[in-house]
């Protein structure tokens, strides 16, 4: 009996704390699925850019900055093709404009670095500078009051948003040579 209740509590446990992952944790609301599709993007390529730090091997980094370079313009595409549109009106302007304009100068700075070596003089640190970039970003669209948290607010359905950002990611990363999460 003691087991059955031990594996009962433990199930329990598991399920309260999937639960909590789940929500915010400013409201304890639930995110949903555009921004929580978004964030996941977000935590990977934060991710990449830490396990980036710790690579040696030049053949092992230019794989990984591939798997970030491509993560990176399937979501600014998706985001640009799809989110920031359907939420001018529901965010400031200024944040969405802000928005466009990082995009464009991290698309800018990963073409840079598609062009170069890892052996070349700056990659390392043009790597470490784009992932300072992106974090101050993701910073931006996530901080409350930023474009997360003001497209929440608003009417727009993010739930059917985050279906429509689901399917045109798959297609995206299908059409790149990527795999979709």
Same mark, same amino acid.
């Given at each position: 009996?003691? *087991?059955?209740?031990?594996?009962?509590?433990?199930?329990?446990? !598991? !399920?309260?704390?999937?639960?909590?992952?789940?929500?915010?944790?400013?409201?304890?609301?639930?995110?949903?699925?555009? #921004?929580?599709?978004?964030?996941?993007?977000?935590?990977? +390529?934060?991710?990449?850019?830490?396990?980036?730090?710790?690579?040696?091997?030049?053949?092992?980094?230019?794989?990984?900055?591939?798997?970030?370079?491509?993560?990176?313009? +399937?979501?600014?595409?998706?985001?640009?093709?799809?989110?920031?549109?359907?939420?001018?009106?529901? #965010?400031?302007?200024?944040?969405?404009?802000?928005?466009? #304009?990082?995009?464009?100068?991290?698309?800018?700075?990963?073409?840079?670095?598609?062009?170069?070596?890892?052996?070349?003089?700056?990659?390392?640190? !043009? #790597?470490? +500078?784009?992932?300072?970039?992106?974090?101050?970003?993701?910073?931006?669209?996530?901080?409350?009051?930023?474009?997360? *948290?003001?497209?929440?607010?608003?009417?727009?359905?993010?739930?059917?948003?985050?279906?429509?950002?689901?399917?045109?990611?798959?297609?995206?990363?299908?059409?790149?040579?990527?795999?979709?999460?």
């Amino acid at each position: 009996m003691a *087991a059955t209740t031990h594996a009962s509590r433990s199930k329990a446990a !598991k !399920k309260a704390a999937k639960t909590r992952a789940r929500r915010t944790r400013r409201t304890g609301q639930r995110d949903p699925l555009a #921004v929580k599709l978004l964030k996941q993007d977000h935590r990977e +390529v934060e991710g990449w850019f830490d396990e980036y730090e710790q690579l040696d091997a030049d053949r092992e980094k230019l794989e990984l900055f591939q798997k970030i370079a491509l993560a990176l313009k +399937v979501h600014t595409q998706i985001e640009e093709e799809i989110f920031y549109p359907e939420e001018r009106g529901e #965010v400031e302007d200024d944040l969405l404009d802000e928005a466009y #304009v990082e995009h464009q100068s991290a698309k800018t700075m990963i073409a840079e670095i598609e062009a170069m070596k890892p052996s070349d003089e700056f990659y390392d640190a !043009k #790597v470490k +500078v784009l992932g300072e970039y992106i974090k101050h970003h993701v910073k931006e669209e996530e901080q409350p009051g930023g474009v997360f *948290a003001q497209a929440k607010k608003g009417d727009e359905d993010l739930d059917a948003m985050g279906e429509r950002l689901k399917a045109r990611k798959q297609e995206l990363m299908a059409k790149m040579g990527g795999k979709s999460n």
